[in-house]
């Protein structure tokens, strides 16, 4: 994969393939991420307090047996959600939440992947059509639409792969008492990354010239948990 093909990209697997698989809480945030894309669909409050947990669990850490006790109510939920023995599509979402507690014989990075393709799955089938003809093709476009969302979100956290990471150095954090970090903080525990071009305007004025992190922070889109330009402010791995 090349530098432009990273940027364009809408094949998942290949831009998975080039990844560090090592960085777990990074791989949380990315499956956490792609489930809150399907969130609308969740309507049993175990599946939605599961996200929160993991979210939780890989943010701040937490006790395993709270892990498992969300691990179990998202699979009772995934139980209670088939009638009459019946595959629905509310199964798939409850399989997709409970996935990202992530058993220790299983990486990260491979459970995400996992949970990219069920969501994909999630996506194909719940698209309407008015005609077979037209199903088909509202499936082929959900499938896109969702693929073109996961890589944007792979694209947030991970940063480009071909470049190297830039320094925040001590001189940019500290500027202005430690306006920088305290603006990221702030912005990041209430999710308001609408006002990332704030974020963006400050690391300017405070001497930073990387043109991806300003680029990154004033460029419309997605930006979720995890994202890099936070992480190597607030000195996250």
């Not at 996935?99 to 990219?116: L, R």
């Not at 499938?143 to 991970?158: E, N, S």
């Amino acid at each position: 994969m090349t530098e432009h093909e990273w940027l364009t990209s809408v094949d998942l697997g290949a831009m998975v393939y080039i990844l560090p698989a090592q960085n777990e809480r990074k791989w949380r945030l990315f499956a956490v991420a792609c489930c809150q894309c399907i969130r609308h669909l969740l309507h049993d409050a175990r599946s939605q307090n599961a996200i929160a947990v993991i979210e939780t669990m890989a943010e701040c850490g937490g006790r395993h047996d709270e892990l498992v006790a969300a691990h179990q109510a998202a699979c009772d939920a995934l139980a209670d959600s088939r009638p009459e023995r019946k595959r629905h599509p509310v199964e798939d979402v409850a399989r997709v939440i409970a996935i990202p507690t992530f058993e220790a014989k299983s990486s990260a990075q491979a459970t995400a992947g996992w949970v990219v393709g069920v969501i994909g799955e999630l996506a194909w089938k719940t698209a309407v059509g008015q005609n077979r003809r037209h199903q088909k093709l509202a499936r082929q476009n959900a499938w896109r639409d969702m693929a073109v969302k996961q890589c944007a979100l792979l694209r947030c956290i991970f940063s480009n792969p071909f470049r190297q990471v830039p320094i925040a150095g001590r001189s940019l954090l500290a500027w202005n008492d430690s306006t920088i970090p305290k603006l990221a903080q702030a912005i990041y525990e209430a999710q308001a990354f609408d006002r990332l071009p704030v974020l963006a305007d400050a690391l300017e004025e405070a001497g930073c010239q990387d043109e991806d992190m300003l680029n990154h922070c004033r460029r419309p889109g997605v930006h979720v948990k995890g994202c890099w330009v936070f992480d190597l402010v607030l000195g996250k791995e």
